[in-house]
């Protein structure tokens, strides 16, 4: 028996993965491509954009999704999302505030009145975390966050853009809801057969007529 529980404990302990990743045996699949200039669909939408605009939208968007994770995810403390938003903001403090810059001067130039632009830039704001919100899918979406972040505040200062524009996808495709994909329960492979319901089949006492034979499903 002691040898048995031994054999048992080393199999467990050399298949793990890293705590971060307990939430399932096997994660869903939500990585993605890179995001693409003027692509659609990408969070609240910013008419008229530049590219920079575009990417400066594309990393605010990657920092309110990690915000969202801090706050939400905390239900376990292995995924330390707290943790890696804090290193984001800290290793990526100048990056990040370069991005707020753009935007806030993107909505200067499409608002004449300051307070219309302000307006605009906190409805934005809102939007965009509201955008990460999560209730069915919170699983999957803090544990793709966990990896998201972790990697993200350990990028090289001055490129949280790029990672942002190859990372973004993978966190968005995690708000949609999925489950555990290595215990998966689906309808059994098997026919069933059942007598045809046409009332040829049928005499007057209800009997079936055999020669209309089965139908399989």
């Not at 995924?79 to 001067?105: F, M, Q």
Request: charged fraction near 20%; glycine fraction near 8%.
């Amino acid at each position: 028996m002691r040898n048995g529980a031994l054999i048992l404990a080393a199999v467990t302990c050399g298949t793990a993965s890293p705590a971060a990743a307990q939430i399932f045996w096997q994660s869903p699949p939500v990585a993605g491509s890179p995001l693409t200039p003027g692509e659609i669909g990408i969070g609240v939408a910013l008419p008229g954009a530049t590219p920079v605009e575009e990417r400066a939208h594309w990393l605010w968007q990657l920092r309110s999704g990690l915000n969202v994770a801090a706050l939400q995810c905390d239900f376990d403390p292995t995924l330390l999302s707290k943790d890696s938003y804090n290193g984001v903001l800290n290793n990526h403090k100048d990056e990040l505030a370069a991005a707020y810059e753009t935007l806030r001067k993107y909505f200067v130039r499409n608002n004449k009145a300051p307070r219309a632009a302000q307006n605009a830039l906190d409805v934005y704001g809102t939007r965009t975390y509201s955008g990460f919100s999560t209730v069915r899918s919170q699983f999957g979406f803090c544990h793709a966050a966990s990896r998201v972040g972790r990697d993200a505040q350990f990028a090289s200062r001055g490129s949280l853009t790029l990672f942002a524009v190859d990372r973004l996808r993978e966190l968005r495709n995690a708000l949609a809801p999925a489950g555990e994909q290595f215990f998966r329960f689906g309808r059994p492979n098997v026919q069933v057969a059942y007598p045809s319901f046409d009332d040829k089949c049928w005499d007057r006492r209800g009997n079936y007529r055999g020669k209309c034979g089965v139908v399989y499903s």
